[in-house]
């Protein structure tokens, strides 16, 4: 059985992990500017305010644990008022040391471990928008574990870092976005996985994306009547149906043409399309560009000396489209 979280957490691709250990006493506040990149945080010791932009502000306390998947915005502060002092970091260098606010002597009022990393997936927008603006977790035993060791790798030069610290950032995803499955989540992914009916034809659609699915089909998966299920799909996730399966199929598609030397006839056929034509026409649609571009493009981004065979197969929309496009309909 499929496992939808995994999957889009898979296709993220998390790496290039930061981390600093940050510290305040007295009063202070800093202002943080929008920096896009997923975001984490976790109190270990004491207590601070964070303000994000768009989210309800919260206190943090120890054991809490915090992720901003696209990091907007925010304000971290005292409980004491203070007028906050701006950072943007996408041009203020990476700190080397613990970052300290407020009063530089003295032990502090809250000891925090604060990091960041990257989602190497040119999908990330797209991925990142099925999951909340932002996760607070409080009390979770494990991932104070987790968050412990990708410090302490983060901070350490040994062999195989980086694909230690790629795993255990995957787990760290996973394990926070798990804490926060339910009803009271936002509308997306965790909200869907909650909801047993429609985990169940998120499952099958994420298991078995070659199936040619409609609504019907889906619903009946879910146990439920077409017209019921197409309403709830879309209040739980934020999608309709076949918006997201198209959403995930084409996500899928380019995992696909990235990283494996397969023809547009079998991508195509591991995504729902009959034919290279099909696929071509609705991946042009959908990315802007035609699958053998982009394919091409991102293997010169890997290796810049790469030069490809002549190209085979439809990679022309204007000549694709004169085939019946299979993908499922905008009315459902």
């Avoid at 989210?55 to 915005?73: I, K, M, Q, R, S």
Wanted: include cysteine; aromatic fraction near 6%.
């Amino acid at each position: 059985m499929a496992d939808p979280l995994s999957q889009v957490i898979e296709l993220l691709r998390p790496r290039a992990v930061f981390s600093k250990g940050i510290s305040g006493a007295g009063r202070w506040g800093v202002r943080y500017s929008k920096f896009g990149q997923p975001g984490f945080c976790a109190v270990l010791e004491g207590g601070c305010r964070l303000a994000v932009d768009g989210e309800n502000p919260v206190t943090l306390e120890e054991g809490d644990f915090v992720l901003l998947p696209a990091t907007p915005a925010f304000t971290m502060s005292s409980f004491d008022r203070a007028t906050p002092r701006h950072i943007d970091p996408n041009v203020t260098p990476a700190p080397t040391e613990e970052v300290r606010h407020g009063r530089p002597d003295g032990p502090p009022d809250v000891r925090l471990l604060g990091g960041y990393f990257m989602f190497e997936s040119p999908d990330a927008a797209l991925l990142v928008s099925l999951l909340p603006a932002m996760v607070h977790v409080r009390g979770n035993r494990r991932l104070s574990v987790l968050v412990r060791l990708v410090g302490e790798e983060a901070s350490e030069n040994n062999a195989g870092r980086d694909l230690v610290l790629a795993r255990l950032v995957e787990i760290l995803l996973i394990e926070a976005l798990r804490a926060t499955q339910g009803k009271d989540a936002p509308p997306g992914l965790l909200r869907g996985l909650a909801d047993g009916r429609i985990a169940e034809a998120l499952r099958q659609a994420h298991g078995d994306p070659e199936r040619p699915w409609t609504v019907a089909e889906l619903a009946r998966e879910a146990g439920m009547s077409r017209s019921a299920f197409f309403d709830r799909f879309t209040r739980t996730v934020g999608l309709r149906p076949m918006e997201y399966l198209l959403a995930w199929r084409m996500a899928v598609a380019k995992d696909l043409l990235r990283g494996r030397a397969i023809g547009l006839d079998e991508v195509a056929s591991r995504v729902g399309y009959g034919s290279a034509s099909t696929f071509s026409t609705a991946f042009s649609r959908h990315v802007g560009e035609p699958p053998g571009r982009y394919a091409r493009s991102h293997m010169r981004r890997a290796d810049p000396n790469w030069s490809h065979p002549r190209k085979q197969g439809p990679d022309n929309p204007q000549q694709a489209s004169r085939i019946p496009l299979i993908r499922p309909s905008n009315r459902d």
